[in-house]
């Protein structure tokens, strides 16, 4: 992967989505800290608060990629991303959950608006051949933003004042402004004509689309299984050293960085895509299958299981990621960009929603059979979604293009 792209609109998109998740790595890295340590709230409202937060995003992402569309894509970037900097100060100010609420409620709209507005940038403004390229090397971009940004979370965290928590919260908000500032040098994108009849938010209405948006959110909750039931699985049920815990976040983080856009050759075409999702859905099986022997092994195979499973989780993660970006832009009606991309991102959500329960509850609750079982349905799920892509290009190209689909 090369370190910069070419001048142009990639390379403002790449350095402002730098600058952002450095701040969103910050923020990532103290919020739970901040809420309980200064602002007071217990562990579970605070999960609550989050939970909420996350809520109000979802129901936004769709209209707010609508809004995306109409008003053009650069604009509704920057303003979101002002807006965020400007609520992110007003964070200082949050003394309770109510007023935490009142923040956070519209941070996570104009979080939804200025994320599919991105999408649509990329939509409008990249040529269709080097779309999935382009999110690809956005995705090992923000990799690195949110690891460094951990990273130097932590010197507040080992301060561990309220002082020291301002002074993180304030450096975020500082982000949004800059991300803002740099993406007035991207080139105007006019707004997208709407058609003269039909509904307004189309993709809500697109039920193929919608199915595909479902059953990707369910393998998004591959995610659940590195951050939440990986870690208590190694604490609790393997001989494994706790520092193992972090080898697997290196393994995945360093392998997006080095291997995202190689891993989305192939997807710019739907047929491409949808069998790459195949194909994660697949390899995410074989994770989990390798993942629960860790169980019953001893010290060095133990290691060596994990790092094993974790190397066959990222290229499932990989595979995952660009399958779902190919399919989401060539589903998107040319006019509708950023809403097709903002409900793209409903699934997501969802998925990272739901995945805390499901996954722990599988993997912790049932043991091995619950790895199964897990692995077995991402399998199932990703040999869903060609069948859907075909419906849903049947829609949009002719006939054979479309069976070529999901092949």
């Known amino acids: 992967m090369p370190l910069l792209p070419e001048p142009g609109p990639v390379r403002t998109l790449a ?10 790595g910050l923020w990532m890295a103290s919020s739970a800290l901040f809420l309980t340590r200064c602002v007071g709230l217990s562990a579970g409202q605070t999960g609550l608060a989050l939970t909420l937060a996350g809520l109000v995003s979802l129901v936004a992402s769709s209209p707010a990629g609508y809004l995306a569309d109409r008003l053009g894509p650069r604009g509704v970037a920057i303003g979101g991303l002002v807006a965020l900097g400007l609520l992110e100060v007003a964070m200082v100010e949050v003394r309770s ?12 709209v104009f979080e939804a608006a200025q994320r599919a507005a991105r999408g649509a940038i990329i939509g409008g403004g990249v040529p269709q051949e080097r779309r999935v390229h382009t999110r690809a090397y956005l995705r090992a971009v923000t990799n690195v933003g949110i690891t460094v940004g951990a990273g130097l979370a932590g010197i507040g965290l ?21 991300a803002a500032a740099v993406l007035t040098r991207l080139a105007p994108i006019p707004p997208a004509p709407r058609p003269g009849s039909g509904p307004r938010l189309v993709a809500l209405r697109d039920r193929p689309f919608l199915a ?11 995610f659940g299984v590195l951050e939440v039931a990986l870690p208590l699985w190694i604490a609790e049920r393997t001989d494994a050293p706790r520092w ?27 047929a491409g895509a949808a069998r790459a999702s195949r194909r994660a859905g697949f390899t995410l099986l074989v994770s989990c299958l390798i993942f629960s022997l860790t169980a019953g092994s001893r010290h060095g195979l133990t290691i060596a299981l994990l790092v094993v499973a974790a190397l066959v989780h990222v290229a499932a993660e990989l595979w995952f ?4 970006w190919g399919i989401s832009f060539g589903l998107a009606p040319d006019h509708a960009h950023g809403q097709y991309q903002g409900t793209f991102a409903m699934g997501h959500q969802f998925g990272q929603m739901i995945a805390p329960a499901a996954v722990t509850t599988l993997t912790l609750g049932w043991g091995t059979p619950g790895w199964a079982f897990l692995g077995v349905a991402f399998a199932v799920t990703g040999c869903l ?17 479309a069976v070529a689909a999901s092949r």
Do not use: H, K
């Open 15 to 24: 350095v402002s989505t730098l600058v952002n998740t450095l701040g969103g």
């Open 97 to 108: 959950m109510g007023t935490f609420l009142l923040v956070a409620a519209p941070m996570a």
């Open 158 to 178: 080992t301060v561990d004042t309220r002082t020291a928590y301002v002074c993180l919260i304030l450096a975020d908000a500082a982000t949004f402004l800059v």
């Open 212 to 222: 595909f948006v479902v059953l990707d959110g369910l393998l998004a909750t591959n």
């Open 244 to 270: 193992m815990i972090s080898v697997v976040f290196a393994v995945n983080t360093v392998s997006v960085v080095l291997l995202q856009v190689r891993a989305a050759r192939g997807t710019e075409t739907l």
């Open 321 to 324: 990621s660009a399958g779902g």
């Open 385 to 401: 979604i060609p069948p859907v892509v075909r419906r849903a290009a049947a829609r949009r190209i002719p006939a054979g293009d």
